[in-house]
């Protein structure tokens, strides 16, 4: 038997810790790996620098016209003068501040949710800002010209697709997710149909349908907006997956949770909203993030019915007899624009799942 | 005369799990500020009780019957019987996604109504007496077991309920927290509440329990008052599982 003295924390051995040791860890630890690191640098100095000696060393970026791109770099000449065309499409002129207008107002209105308290607050703001946003670029309305949807195109449509496709089928997820989970059968047979109909379905044919086949149902003379039509179709493909998800998150929270939530005396709603669905929801943000991100790469998809988003507008400004022949610069140029959008989407998702984090030790 | 005092009525209760048969023909009167200790090894059925009386679990046969309420499908009885009736898990069941004093005040201001400000001063009373006032504003997560439980009990004694069910409420906690818990428990029992405990702490059950009723394959074997139930037990069931219980 023995009694031994308490022993003080000591700082952990300088090899363990530090810089060159997470190079070590990480890059070479075993002979493999170190292959893969010295691989991986040697495919990034093939690739790395000839493209900026492309994008940026030899790329002219002065001049108004073809005649000033000399050399082998990017004309990145051709985006400067089409610019207006990637971003807001045929969008006239003089009217571009009401969309620029929408965009700044969303920053206030994404700060603004940082200050202020209480969902039911911020779910009004929301709200309103969609009416406004709406009303500034349809306009037809408080002096606004009304400016037609088939003159939307390029970025500002892109974003118009995405947002309201994200926005409106969060809810009807939402209630699919609740229908699916539901004990009573014909709302969850309901359900079930719904979204097993709509998830075997490609959203190409979807929007096929939207476009030229259900004008065939509409009476003569009845003449519903296109765009509106692939909206419809959008938010009721993507409602369908977001259902999946948020059933999933809700099926990852514990019998006791539901449980408890009967016994202290909330109703099927207040359990639900309450006490599931926020617990559901932060479970399910990777995932419903991601599909966010993927729906706006999909709402490419629209150029099949005639809409002109970003992606289309490459294709569109390339076929100008003046600027033929530069779709590298196109693609590339959108590319970037896409990659940026989603990887804010993605950076802000993580925000999300830190700020809604309360498993805190 | 003293049927009047009946709170909870438990008539001929039959419940099958599929094919399988948890409760067998029980009989249970509690009478207003009784306090019961429901014992028994793992698998008797005991948990099934308790949670059928808040409805929880829902039963084939028999009638159970709360404040002179029938138990039924009927959604506004179970509402009301859930109003009176608190109940205490093992695994805690708070919501982790609410702050301690959000757990709490989540049933009064959304079910009964009550005003936030008195709500909160009511969470804060009961958080001070079982003695976590101070972490009011933390998470769940953040809390010990003893401690997240002590909060569940604040929890379901909010809405001021005149019966408690407590299901294994010390099982899932640490050796060196359950006392915490059970002092908590104690306290309560001195009120006059009824309670009903499911639970092994046999302790608790000589030092408080009115009555003590051993069950054994859903069926409740004995059932008598503490001094007679541990020093006396007339089963040989009985005999066997305190034997069992108390050996070591």
Not at chain 2, 67 to 89: H, P, Q, T, W, Y
């Amino acid at each position: 038997m023995a009694v031994y003295n308490k022993i003080e924390s000591r700082k952990a051995p300088s090899n363990s810790i530090g810089f060159f040791h997470w190079i070590r860890e990480n890059l070479f630890s075993s002979p493999l790996n170190s292959a893969l690191t010295i691989l991986g640098i040697a495919i990034l100095v093939l690739i790395i620098p000839p493209f900026i000696k492309w994008a940026i060393v030899d790329a002219n970026f002065k001049g108004t016209t073809r005649a000033a791109c000399t050399g082998d770099g990017a004309c990145w000449v051709f985006v400067k003068m089409k610019l207006d065309m990637f971003l807001y499409g045929f969008y006239p002129e003089a009217e571009k501040w009401r969309v620029n207008l929408t965009y700044g107002l969303f920053f206030v209105v994404i700060a603004s949710f940082r200050y202020l308290k209480g969902s039911m607050l911020k779910l009004s703001i929301a709200a309103l800002y969609f009416i406004v946003a709406f009303f500034l670029i349809h306009g037809g309305f408080f002096g606004l010209t009304n400016i037609p949807t088939n003159k939307w195109g390029g970025l500002m449509l892109t974003i118009v697709i995405s947002a309201v496709g994200i926005v409106c089928s969060f809810p009807i997820g939402i209630i699919f997710a609740f229908g699916r989970t539901s004990e009573l059968p014909i709302i969850k047979s309901i359900s079930v149909t719904y979204i097993e109909f709509i998830r075997g379905v490609p959203l190409i044919t979807i929007l096929f349908m939207s476009a030229v086949i259900l004008p065939l149902f509409f009476p003569e003379g009845v003449n519903f907006n296109k765009l509106l039509r692939a909206l419809i179709g959008i938010t009721l493909f993507e409602a369908a997956y977001i259902a999946e998800i948020i059933r999933g998150g809700m099926q990852a929270i514990p019998k006791g949770q539901y449980e408890a939530a009967d016994a202290i005396g909330l109703s099927y709603w207040q359990k639900m909203l309450l006490v599931i669905l926020p617990q559901a929801l932060k479970v399910a943000i990777p995932n419903l993030v991601g599909t966010f991100i993927a729906l706006f790469q999909d709402t490419t998809l629209v150029l099949i019915i005639g809409l002109f988003d970003l992606l289309a507008m490459v294709q569109l400004t390339t076929s100008d007899s003046h600027w033929i022949g530069y779709e590298t610069e196109g693609y590339v140029f959108v590319t970037i624009i896409f990659w940026v959008f989603c990887y804010a989407m993605s950076i802000y998702s993580k925000t999300l799942e830190k700020r809604f984090n309360t498993n805190l030790k | 005369m003293e049927q009047q005092e009946d709170v909870i009525e438990i008539r001929n209760l039959n419940k099958w799990y599929g094919e399988f048969q948890v409760l067998k023909d029980i009989n249970l009167n509690v009478k207003k500020g009784e306090i019961i200790v429901v014992a028994g090894p793992s698998g008797s059925g005991k948990s099934t009780l308790v949670r059928c009386i808040n409805y929880l679990e829902q039963f084939q046969e028999g009638t159970i019957t709360v404040n002179d309420v029938e138990l039924s499908d009927d959604v506004k009885k179970i509402k009301a019987i859930r109003e009176d009736v608190a109940m205490v898990f093992q695994s805690f069941n708070l919501f982790p996604h609410l702050t301690i004093l959000d757990n709490l005040t989540l049933a009064p201001i959304w079910v009964k109504k009550t005003p936030k400000k008195e709500a909160i001063e009511t969470a804060m009373n009961y958080l001070e007496r079982v003695g976590i006032a101070d972490q009011a504003k933390k998470y769940p997560n953040q809390l010990s077991g003893g401690q997240q439980q002590r909060v569940a009990i604040a929890r379901s004694l909010c809405k001021n309920p005149s019966i408690m069910l407590f299901d294994e409420p010390t099982s899932a906690l640490d050796p060196e927290m359950i006392s915490e818990v059970l002092d908590v428990m104690i306290e309560l029992a001195h009120e006059h509440r009824t309670m009903v405990c499911v639970t092994h702490e046999m302790g608790f059950a000589k030092k408080v329990a009115d009555r003590v009723i051993f069950m054994e394959s859903g069926q409740i074997i004995e059932e008598n008052d503490p001094e007679t139930f541990f020093n006396h037990p007339e089963s040989e069931r009985l005999k066997l599982f305190l034997s069992q219980i108390l050996s070591h």
